[in-house]
């Protein structure tokens, strides 16, 4: 496939592919990039098994924000220990490198398992969503947000069950405020509407982007779409996504309505902890007849008071 063929063209000039690093993790092949830091397949010589080793891409090594934002992530997933969330071996630096030694698990991102499959059965995707919340739970109630949720950081192994992976944007939950990066604008799909304002987010942020997943596993499609990051934020921010049994009747009532209060775009209407709709969707699970009698209003954003553009802060290029 494409992906492939990338990422073994890249490897043929990789200056890493053969290094040893703190000489105890030789770099065999680049299994991974994304937009911080390449993945990259190793073998551990003091514990003699394989684990994958992040390292901060090179065009950004220089800038101190990045390294900053890299230590960041280092020590938020060094603070985890979950078996729905990719584990951290080690953090260190060899030299100018920095890097992150992580679990190596045999799967496919959630983001492929989909493209594979196409629209999930109801049931597979309870499966995964309650893997995704219970990840994430144990992470609120450690401070941390993920602020990145989406298939594409989600692997899905062999035995069917699911990690939370790459916490490239995490940050420790003690308030503050968040910009539209050029990260969040790559997952302008699945960001809250307060990320795309810029505005507070805290745990129930990453409530909303694990709606969006929920509602594109059942419906096989996404809430909103557009031609430009800028125009999907938009709708985030001021329009009503078709309900689920709108595009499959099929749908249980109370997984729609489980959907559906995930992603309210007031943060005030979602639910309040991982926990709590953990809670739901288990009750749902003994009972898919339940009816959890959500209010509908709760669901449709409040009216602008000013234009959408101005409200939505874009990166600086």
């Known amino acids: 496939c494409a992906a492939y063929e990338y990422l073994k063209e890249m490897t043929s000039m990789d200056q890493y592919i053969g290094k040893m690093l703190d000489n105890r993790y030789e770099i065999l092949e680049l299994i991974g990039s994304g937009g911080m830091a390449n993945v990259y397949k190793a073998k551990c010589h003091r514990l003699n098994r394989m684990v994958a080793v992040k390292i901060l891409k090179n065009d950004l090594a220089e800038n101190a924000d990045f390294r900053r934002r890299f230590r960041d992530e280092s020590l938020a997933v060094a603070q985890l220990s979950h078996a729905h969330i990719m584990s951290v071996y080690d953090v260190s630096r060899s030299g100018d490198t920095e890097y992150i ?47 990145d949720i989406k298939p594409h950081n989600m692997m899905v192994l062999r035995d069917g069950s699911v990690k939370v992976a790459d916490f490239g944007i995490a940050r420790v939950a003690s308030g503050g405020h968040s910009t539209l990066t050029q990260e969040a604008l790559g997952s302008v799909h699945y960001i809250s509407p307060e990320q795309a304002r810029g505005s ?30 800028v125009s999907v934020a938009i709708q985030h921010l001021h329009s009503i996504p078709l309900s689920p049994r709108e595009l499959d009747p099929t749908i249980p009532e109370a997984l729609e309505a489980i959907t559906m209060k995930a992603m309210a775009p007031n943060p005030d209407n979602r639910y309040p902890s991982a926990d709590a709709m953990l809670a739901d969707l288990e009750e749902f699970r003994k009972n898919p007849s339940i009816n959890f009698d959500y209010d509908v209003s ?20």
């Open 101 to 147: 030694v992580m679990e190596l698990v045999d799967g496919i991102t959630l983001r492929q398992y989909m493209e594979r499959r196409g629209k999930m059965d109801w049931r597979e995707a309870l499966h995964f969503i309650t893997q995704i919340m219970r990840g994430l739970s144990h992470a609120h109630s450690r401070g941390i947000i993920h602020r």
């Open 200 to 229: 507070h987010i805290d745990a129930r942020s990453d409530l909303y982007s694990a709606g969006v997943v929920l509602y594109e596993m059942i419906t096989g499609r996404l809430p909103f779409e557009g031609d430009t990051p």
């Open 298 to 317: 709760e669901f449709v954003p409040e009216e602008p008071e000013e234009s959408a553009m101005t409200q939505i802060r874009t990166p600086h290029t």
